[in-house]
C-alpha cells in the first residue's frame, strides 16, 4: 500500500524556536495533503489543507502566520510551527490524497510528536 | 452539520469478552465515506475499514466485524474475542464528498482489554 512518512518523528525544541516538520508521499503522487494536529487524550482536529503549488486553506482557529504550510512538490508538504511556545506542545500527523486513484484513498504519516520547552 | 460522536470514551473488558463501539454520524451528503482507524500507544493511525454511503452490507474481517445502517446513521464496530493487543484507541471518521475531501474524526474510544 501506499506509504507515507513524516520526519522527524519526535522533537523537542526550546520556546521562540521554530520548527519543521516534513510529510512525504513515498510511492505516489500527492496532489492535496492534509495536516493534524491532536492534543493528549483528544481527537485529530484538521488544521490546514495543503495543495500543490497553490496557498494552503487553514480551518477556523488556526494562524496561519504561526503554521507555515508550503507544498512545493507532489511528494513533499512541510509544517513549520514559527516561534513555538508550550501550548504548541501536540502529535502533528499529516494525510496525503493520491491522485492516481478514485476519490477515497487518502493515506496517514506516523506523526511528529513536537514538544516545546 | 458535520459531525462523527463516539459516545463511549473509554471501554474496559477482559480477554475473549466481545465488545462494540458505537459510532453516529451526521451530514446532509448523501455520497459520503465512513472509516475506522486504530490508534496504539505508537500514535499511527492504522486503518480499518472504509465504507461508502450506498454500500449498507455489513463486513467481517477476522475478529472484527462492521454494521452499518443508514436508517440510524450508525457504523458500529464490534471486536470479538478481544485480546489484550486490542488495546488501544479507536476513531470512527466520516468524509463527505463535499468539503474539500476533508475527514472529520469522532473523538475517540479508548478501548482497555485486560488479560
Known amino acids: 500500500g501506499a506509504v507515507v512518512s513524516q520526519h522527524p518523528s519526535w522533537v523537542i525544541c526550546k520556546s521562540g524556536t521554530s520548527v519543521k516538520i516534513e510529510c512525504r508521499s513515498l510511492?505516489?503522487?500527492?496532489?492535496?495533503m492534509f495536516w493534524y494536529r491532536q492534543f493528549p487524550k483528544q481527537s485529530l482536529m484538521l488544521m490546514a489543507t495543503s495543495n500543490e503549488g497553490s496557498k494552503a486553506t487553514y480551518e477556523q482557529g488556526v494562524e496561519k502566520d504561526k503554521f507555515l504550510i508550503n507544498h512545493a512538490s507532489l511528494t513533499l508538504s512541510t509544517l513549520t510551527v514559527t516561534s513555538a511556545h508550550p501550548e504548541d506542545s501536540s502529535f502533528y500527523i499529516c494525510?496525503?490524497?493520491?491522485?492516481?486513484?478514485?476519490?477515497?484513498?487518502?493515506?496517514f504519516g506516523p506523526g511528529t510528536r513536537l514538544t516545546v520547552t | 452539520a458535520q459531525k462523527v460522536t463516539q459516545a463511549q470514551t473509554e471501554i474496559s473488558v477482559v480477554e475473549k469478552e466481545d465488545v462494540t463501539l458505537d459510532c453516529v454520524y451526521e451530514t446532509r451528503d448523501t455520497t459520503y465515506y465512513l472509516f475506522w482507524y486504530k490508534q496504539p500507544p505508537s500514535g499511527e493511525l492504522v486503518f480499518l475499514i472504509r465504507r461508502n454511503s450506498f454500500d449498507e452490507q455489513n463486513e467481517i474481517s477476522g475478529r472484527y466485524s462492521w454494521n452499518f445502517q443508514k436508517s440510524t446513521s450508525s457504523f458500529n464496530f464490534t471486536i470479538t474475542a478481544s485480546q489484550v493487543v486490542d488495546s488501544a484507541v479507536y476513531f470512527c471518521a466520516l468524509r463527505p464528498n463535499t468539503g474539500g475531501f476533508k475527514t472529520i474524526f469522532g473523538a475517540g474510544t479508548r478501548l482497555f482489554v485486560k488479560a
Open positions: 510511492d505516489f503522487q500527492a496532489t492535496t
Open positions: 494525510s496525503a490524497r493520491d491522485r492516481g486513484v478514485t476519490s477515497y484513498e487518502q493515506y
